[in-house]
T-cell receptor, first 116, second 115 residues
Framework: GAVVSQHPSRVICKSGTSVKIECRSL??????MFWYRQFPKQSLMLMAT?????????EQGVEKDKFLINHASLTLSTLTVTSAHPEDSSFYIC????????????FGPGTRLLVL | AQSVTQLDSHVSVSEGTPVLLRCNYS??????LFWYVQHPNKGLQLLLK??????LVKGINGFEAEFKKSETSFHLTKPSAHMSDAAEYFC?????????????FGAGTRLAVHP
């Protein structure tokens, strides 16, 4: 199957700093990628849809200025958490649809963010 | 609108016994349905998917699920549980076939397998 990677896998930062998370489709191109957030022992919540060559679309309640998304190429999307606060600590997961005729979404391994 | 309900937040079984994880969906359109598994601190792995073909879907690791439109259900089963099956399982609905349609996740079911 298709492979999606994320970097870093884990990051600890101080409150007020910004953190960038990368999502890459390793062996296929993805004009669209999705970013999710997962709190401990909870389900995944879709944050935004990243679109190559255009602006991301955000889900209701997600702050665009806080969670900056850039889809730089057909294999790379980045999520930047700006001015991070402890409440932003979470598990961030990306996914990309693979054109296998059924457009199955493949997920990255996730990035655990801890804001001190 | 699409939604998915996983009827059990926790399921506990003994090794070697059958597994049943229940999922009901709601969709205004013909849905695509998926089961994903998440092991601790790991990414999500696709177990199986239904996309309007055969209603009985076989997946990896001996899991299978049956799409029942009349019952709006997509329950996940396995004849014999292994210790390695202990994980969090998510039932997911997607509107239609397109990969660009959003995925809606259920709340998850934590499966515990006892020796």
């Amino acid at each position: 199957g298709a492979v999606v990677s994320q970097h870093p896998s884990r990051v600890i930062c101080k409150s007020g700093t910004s953190v960038k998370i990368e999502c890459r489709s390793l062996d296929f191109q993805a004009t669209t990628m999705f970013w999710y957030r997962q709190f401990p022992k909870q389900s995944l919540m879709l944050m935004a849809t990243s679109n190559e060559g255009s602006k991301a679309t955000y889900e209701q309640g997600v702050e665009k200025d806080k969670f900056l998304i850039n889809h730089a190429s057909l294999t790379l999307s980045t999520l930047t958490v700006t001015s991070a606060h402890p409440e932003d600590s979470s598990f961030y997961i990306c996914s990309a649809p693979f054109m296998d005729g059924q457009e199955t979404q493949y997920f990255g391994p996730g990035t655990r963010l801890l804001v001190l | 609108a699409q939604s998915v309900t996983q009827l059990d937040s926790h399921v506990s079984v003994s090794e070697g016994t059958p597994v049943l994880l229940r999922c009901n969906y709601s969709s205004s359109y013909s849905p695509s349905l998926f089961w994903y598994v998440q092991h601790p601190n790991k990414g999500l792995q696709l177990l199986l998917k239904y996309t309007s073909a055969a209603t009985l879907v076989k997946g990896i690791n001996g899991f299978e699920a049956e799409f029942k439109k009349s019952e709006t259900s997509f329950h996940l089963t396995k004849p014999s549980a292994h210790m390695s099956d202990a994980a969090e399982y998510f039932c997911v609905v997607r509107r239609g076939l397109g990969g660009y349609n959003k995925l809606i996740f259920g709340a998850g079911t934590r499966l515990a397998v006892h020796p």
